[in-house]
Every structure is written in structure tokens, then in C-alpha cells.
């Protein structure tokens, strides 16, 4: 620390010495003037109104110093044809700051190279180089060389060819011109084909046109932050919090081509919002696209990244035969985050919503096993799955079942079967251990056919339990159950009214679920009539039989009453090959029924915010725009819950849906959390409803 004060105090004098003729007094004083990080916010606002340039160049020290302190060190390429250009003729109220001028290449160059990092320049050819990179795009080239130097030509300065990958950030301008003549192209189609080409790098406009349509257009077309080239000394400090903003668990991956690889998919997937979720066939439910995964994401790092920064994950795990390092688990964790519903869209075996809702874990594992490029996934190309269909050959091995043979055979897993994993067991009707399995037989809960060996009941059950059991560290078979666990209680703390949509989408979605639910309603009695027909030939006791197992059944659900799945099952034992089917669209019938409470349920929670206490501790408050009257006195029906008030799911004591999504991976979270306090608070009075409910892990 010490040492780091040191450096940060010489920057400083630095600055003062070589730039800034109104910097004063030392590191100390000059940070006391700036006070703290919402007086710092404050400075930012105002300035932009007032033109308060000075207090901006304190901001932009203060970024540039923050950046030397937290390491960030970054590999830049400018793409640039006046580098030299004067910071005066860029801004003239650099003339009140600057002790001598200065060019934007000394301030850029100085900036990034005192934050550890280095700056390459492109400076000509511009035409050239645009054409060579639609080149590599179409030729889906996955290296591309450029020739850059390390200054602007009329210094000393010496060529050097290197690839695209090398770099961390890419900087470009708008206005780009060839021997005094504007260029064909310019920086907002540098920045849509180098997202194409090279997507783990991000793209940053750096121009003096602060014009509102370009910006926006630069957005468009796939620029990831649009500088201002008077904020030339904050561009490190941009960069991590680019970063910061994209998830702060990226920065936890060292290992730069994981990095890179989550990086760029989630750029990619941020500026194509629907290629995830294109196929969604499950529109009668709350939201499982962009909205609920951006969610996710933004949950798990306000989770998971204070305890990863405080060595919650092991750097190595060594196997029977080979490794698995804290990144690559930390990579395949993140990446299942964001591909854990892709299965939504269904498949050749699973067509129908009441189908896919309850195996739709399983197709995205399977997706994400047969096309492992499509989705980004670093060294996912494996010939054992590629293009697959499950289950596989006349044995007809489910995606279980092949992880697991490979388990065995290597006594180790691959990123792309790690994540596989973590998102085919995400639901809560996939068995993690054999225990839960028993329990789930008993409770009458379905269990895809997926996993059991060569997709027969009658077979053995393939539990999360089985496979990891196939690895010899026993920390990470620790380790993995507990970011199950995690991602378990992430996917279901995410309620809240984003998921619903306005009232108007609100009112259509249960219009539509009101239609489909009588729809299968209609299917449901006629395949009784037909069971009734292998029941009895004497048309009283096939009446009798439809009346029983299809009449009564619709008016308890429209009474929102609840089903013994069990008991039904006892009583039908002998339509063996009918019963799945009548279970999935009795339970789909049941489940759709209860969407109307669901949204009202996510309609009552306006945001969530997570706070990180202390060591594994950790604070959750939901924001209502309802008062404590209307959740008192609305009740809703869900599925496995029975009817509650609105109140009593939020924030009851006993009944508090965030605790029970704790209590559910109790035994597995204890490792990485020790206590949750769950809050609930009036977004328009600011004031506390009810009182505060509090787990704890048992281990406090």
C-alpha cells in the first residue's frame, strides 16, 4: 500500500509538473478538495451545464489516478489521421489549464502508459484497412494483422504488424481523412465491422462531435461508449468501468482469452437482444429473454463477485486427469447465466409450452453441447456431441447420460459440459442428489425422461450427485453444488414488474393465457374420453370416469384449489402409456391458471437492490410502489403455494418467497453465504414496510 501511495503522489507531481498549471499542493490535498465519490457525481452533472472545464480536468486526474490504482492496465489502438492536432485547437479552454500545449497523442500516450498499458496508432490507409477487416468478416477469418506504429509518423517512431487480438480496447475517430480528402469510411463503420470481427474487443468513438444523431447513430451500429476528445486523460478509467458496467466478474477472469471470449458475447448478445431467445414458445409465461437474463447477470455480480474477490473459489482443481482452474469454472458459470432459457425454443422431442417448460433446462444443455460455436463458447468444439439429436442411437442415451460416460472416461469435465451442467440443473425438477430424487418421487413432481439412463424410468436416475462423483477433488464437487445452488436462488429472486411489462401488456398476456387455457382444457377431456373408453365399456362409468378425472379437475383449477399429482397417479397407474401426457397438460392447465397471480405478484416489486454487507453477508431490498394495505389485501394463487397475500410472499416471516428460494440450496449456499437481510421499502415514501426478515446459513 505503501508502495502504491508512492507512485499515485509522484503521478501526481507529475501532472502538475508537465501538464496542469493550476494543480496546487499534494495528492492529499488535492483529493480533499474533491471530497467524495457523490460530490464527484455532483461535479460531473454540473459541469456539463455550467462549463465548469477545470473542475472536469480535476475528474479526469482523479480518473486517471484511480485507473494506476486498480491496475488497469490496457493495450489501445488509435485509429486516428491527426494524432498532433493541438488539445487547444480540440478545446480551447484548455488554454486556462495547460502550462505549455500540448498534442492529443502526448495526453493519450502519457495517460495509458501511466496506467501500465500502451498505445499503437493507425494513422493512414483508412480505406485499406476497412476493406481488409470486411475482408476477414466475410471470410469469418478468426486473426487479422494489422500494421500500426508507435507514434505518429513525424516522430521517431518504428512500424510493427500485430494481431487484433493483442489489444484490449480499440479507439477510434468519427472524421477520418485520406491525403486531406474525407475518407469513404468513418469511425461508426469502423466500429459496426470490427464488432463483427473482432467481438471480444470493445469500441470506443473518440471524436470532438458531441452532435446528439451521431452519437446516437454510433450506438446504432455497435460502438460500446462514445468519448469526447477533451476526456483524453479519463480514457483508462473509461475502460474499467466499460467493464465494470459489462459485469464486474468479467474483470475476475484472468485468463485473457476466457475474458475475451464472455466479453464478446455478451456485447454481442447486448446489441442482438433476440438472437438467444429467437423461437420462444413459451410466450404465455413471464419474461425468459433479454430482460430476466440481464437481471440474472446483474444479480450474480452484486452477488458472487465480493465473494470471489475474497477467495470464495479455489485457483486449481486438480482431477483425475487434468485440471479445472477458478476461471474456467468462473467463465462456464457466467456463461450459462446468459444461455441457461435458450431452450425456450423448443426441439424435435419437446414442441408444445407445457413441454417445454418443464425440460426446457434440458434443450438448452443440449443445445449448448451440439453447437458450441454459435453460442461463443471458448474451446467448445467437441466431435462427441457436435450437431447431435438427443437421445442418442437406439439405446437412446439422453445429454445426462453422455456427460456422464465422458465423466467417467476422463475424470474431468470441459467448459462446454460444465456449463451444460449448470444450466440443465438450474431447474428445480432436475435431481442434484439421489435424496432429492426420492423426495421428488414422493411429492409427485415430474422428471424429464433426460434423466434417467437410456431415457427409461425403469433405468437409473442420472443426479447432478453421479456425475460430479467422477471427479477426485472433492473441493470442486463442493465448489460446482454451490454455484448450482447460487444459480438457483439468482434465477428465482428475479421478480419484479420488468418481467410483466406495463399494464397494457399485462392485460394481453392474461387474455391470451385465459384462451390457451381453455384450449388445453378441450385436450385434457378428450384424452379422458378416451382413457374412459379402456376404463369400462358401460357409458355410466365412463361418465362417471370423465366427470372424476376431467370435469372436477378443470373446476378445482378455476377455483385455484389444489391437486394431488400423487394421488391422481395412484388412481391411473393402469394407463401407463397416457399418464405423461395427461400429468404434463393437467400440470401446464394448473400452472397457466396460475400466471395471473404470478404477474401480480412480479408487478409488485418495481426493482431489487443488493447490497454487500460484510464478509457473506449480505442485504436485499425490494422496492414497491404499493402500499402495505394493497398487498395486505390482494391475494394471489401460485402453483405449489396455494393462495397468499401479496404481503405474505414478499415479506411474510414464514412465507417470504426470497427466503424460501435460500432455504431450498440451504445445505450448499452455507459455503458462500452466511446471512440474508430482506427488506421491503415504498418507492414513493422511501419508508420501510413491515419488518425486516433475516436467514442465516447456520453457520454464523
Known amino acids: 500500500m505503501a508502495k502504491l501511495l508512492c507512485e499515485l503522489e509522484g503521478i501526481y507531481d507529475e501532472l502538475k509538473e508537465r501538464f496542469f498549471k493550476f494543480l496546487e499542493g499534494d495528492l492529499f490535498d488535492f483529493l480533499q478538495g474533491l471530497g467524495n465519490a457523490r460530490d464527484r457525481k455532483f461535479l460531473r452533472e454540473e459541469m456539463i451545464h455550467k462549463g465548469m472545464f477545470k473542475s472536469n480536468i480535476k475528474l479526469q486526474i482523479y480518473d486517471l489516478i484511480e485507473a494506476v490504482a486498480r491496475g488497469t492496465k490496457v493495450q489501445v489502438l488509435f485509429i486516428e489521421n491527426k494524432p498532433e492536432r493541438n488539445l487547444t485547437k480540440i478545446d480551447e479552454r484548455f488554454k486556462d489549464v495547460l502550462k505549455t500545449d500540448a498534442s492529443l497523442w502526448d495526453a493519450l500516450s502519457y495517460s495509458v502508459r501511466t496506467a501500465g498499458g500502451r498505445v499503437y496508432l493507425y494513422e493512414k490507409k483508412f480505406l485499406q484497412l476497412y476493406r481488409r477487416l470486411l475482408e476477414a468478416k466475410r471470410k469469418r477469418e478468426k486473426e487479422v494483422m494489422i500494421t500500426c506504429s508507435s507514434a505518429p509518423k513525424t516522430?521517431?517512431?518504428?512500424?510493427?504488424?500485430?494481431?487484433?487480438?493483442?489489444?484490449?480496447?480499440?479507439?477510434?475517430?468519427?472524421?477520418?481523412?485520406?491525403?486531406?480528402?474525407?475518407?469513404?469510411?468513418?469511425?461508426?463503420?469502423?466500429?459496426?465491422?470490427?464488432?463483427?470481427?473482432?467481438?471480444?474487443?470493445?469500441?470506443?468513438?473518440?471524436?470532438?462531435?458531441?452532435?446528439?444523431?451521431?452519437?446516437?447513430k454510433a450506438f446504432s451500429k455497435g460502438a460500446d461508449l462514445y468519448v469526447i476528445k477533451n476526456q483524453v486523460f479519463s480514457v483508462p478509467f473509461l475502460y474499467h468501468a466499460y467493464i465494470k458496467e459489462m459485469g464486474k466478474l468479467i474483470g475476475l477472469i484472468e485468463e485473457k482469452s476466457l475474458r475475451r471470449s464472455l466479453l464478446g458475447n455478451i456485447r454481442y448478445w447486448k446489441y442482438k437482444k433476440n438472437y438467444l431467445w429467437f423461437g420462444d414458445k413459451c410466450y404465455h409465461m413471464i419474461d425468459h429473454s433479454f430482460s430476466h437474463i440481464s437481471d440474472d447477470w446483474e444479480i450474480a455480480n452484486s452477488i458472487l463477485f465480493p465473494i470471489i474477490s475474497r477467495g470464495g473459489l479455489k485457483e486449481e482443481y486438480k482431477l483425475r486427469n487434468g485440471r479445472v482452474t477458478r476461471d474456467e469454472l468462473l467463465y462456464s458459470f457466467c456463461m450459462a447465466i446468459w444461455l441457461h432459457d435458450i431452450g425456450h425454443k423448443g426441439n424435435d422431442r419437446y414442441g408444445e409450452p407445457h413441454l417445454i417448460r418443464d425440460t426446457h433446462s434440458v434443450i438448452s444443455g443440449e443445445l449448448v453441447l451440439s453447437l458450441p460455436e454459435a453460442f461463443g463458447i471458448e474451446g467448445g468444439k467437441n466431435d462427441i456431441y457436435e450437431e447431435l439429436l438427443f437421445p442418442v442411437g437406439e439405446e437412446k442415451k439422453p445429454v445426462t447420460q453422455l456427460i456422464l460416460e465422458q465423466a467417467k472416461k476422463r475424470g474431468a469435465l470441459t467448459i462446454p459440459e460444465m456449463i451444460a451442467l449448470f444450466v440443465i440443473y438450474h431447474k428445480s425438477n432436475c435431481p442434484l442428489r439421489e435424496k432429492e430424487y426420492y423426495k421428488m418421487v414422493r411429492e409427485g413432481k415430474f422428471i424429464p425422461l433426460d434423466f434417467f439412463e437410456n431415457s427409461d424410468k425403469k433405468r437409473g436416475v442420472i443426479t447432478l450427485e453421479r456425475i460430479l462423483e467422477e471427479m477426485s477433488d472433492p473441493d470442486f464437487k463442493r465448489d460446482f453444488f454451490s454455484l448450482v445452488a447460487l444459480f438457483r436462488f439468482i434465477d428465482g429472486l428475479d421478480i419484479k414488474i420488468s418481467r410483466v411489462g406495463d399494464p397494457n401488456e399485462e392485460k394481453l398476456k392474461k387474455w391470451v393465457i385465459k384462451r390457451d387455457r381453455e384450449y388445453n382444457f378441450k385436450r385434457l377431456r378428450r384424452l379422458v374420453e378416451n382413457m374412459a373408453?379402456?376404463?369400462?365399456?358401460?357409458?355410466?362409468?365412463?361418465?362417471?370416469?370423465?366427470?372424476?378425472?376431467?370435469?372436477?379437475?378443470?373446476?378445482?383449477?378455476?377455483?385455484?384449489?389444489?391437486?394431488?399429482?400423487?394421488?391422481?397417479?395412484?388412481?391411473?397407474?393402469?394407463?401407463?402409456?397416457?399418464?405423461?401426457?395427461?400429468?404434463?397438460?393437467?400440470?401446464?392447465?394448473?400452472?397457466?391458471?396460475?400466471?395471473?397471480?404470478?404477474?401480480?405478484?412480479?408487478?409488485?416489486?418495481?426493482?431489487?437492490e443488493i447490497r454487500h454487507l460484510c464478509g457473506k453477508k449480505f442485504e436485499i431490498t425490494l422496492w414497491t410502489e404499493r402500499t402495505e394495505k394493497d398487498l395486505k389485501d390482494k391475494k394471489v394463487f401460485e402453483v405449489g403455494k396455494g393462495t397468499q397475500t401479496l404481503y405474505d410472499r414478499i415479506i411474510g416471516k414464514d412465507k417470504c418467497y426470497v427466503i424460501k428460494e435460500l432455504n431450498t440450496g440451504k445445505e450448499d449456499l452455507k459455503k458462500l453465504i452466511d446471512e440474508v437481510t430482506i427488506v421491503l421499502k415504498s418507492s414513493i415514501t422511501g419508508d420501510t414496510i413491515g419488518e425486516p426478515v433475516v436467514w442465516t446459513s447456520g453457520e454464523t
Not at 176 to 204: M, S, T, W, Y
Not at 551 to 568: H, T
Not at 580 to 597: D, H, K, T, V, W
Request: hydrophobic share 40%; glycine share 2%.
Open 155 to 216: 516522430k521517431s517512431s518504428s512500424m510493427i504488424s500485430l494481431p487484433l487480438s493483442s489489444f484490449d480496447v480499440i479507439l477510434v475517430d468519427i472524421s477520418l481523412e485520406e491525403n486531406g480528402k474525407r475518407c469513404e469510411v468513418d469511425g461508426i463503420d469502423f466500429a459496426n465491422v470490427l464488432r463483427e470481427v473482432c467481438p471480444g474487443i470493445p469500441v470506443f468513438i473518440f471524436s470532438i462531435i458531441s452532435d446528439y444523431d451521431v452519437i446516437q
Open 533 to 608: 373408453l379402456r376404463f369400462s365399456n358401460d357409458p355410466l362409468q365412463q361418465e362417471l370416469f370423465v366427470k372424476s378425472f376431467s370435469l372436477d379437475i378443470e373446476e378445482k383449477i378455476r377455483e385455484e384449489k389444489s391437486l394431488s399429482l400423487s394421488e391422481l397417479a395412484r388412481h391411473l397407474t393402469r394407463f401407463e402409456e397416457w399418464w405423461e401426457e395427461y400429468r404434463m397438460l393437467l400440470n401446464y392447465c394448473y400452472f397457466i391458471s396460475a400466471q395471473p397471480g404470478h404477474f401480480d405478484l412480479h408487478s409488485s416489486i418495481e426493482r431489487i
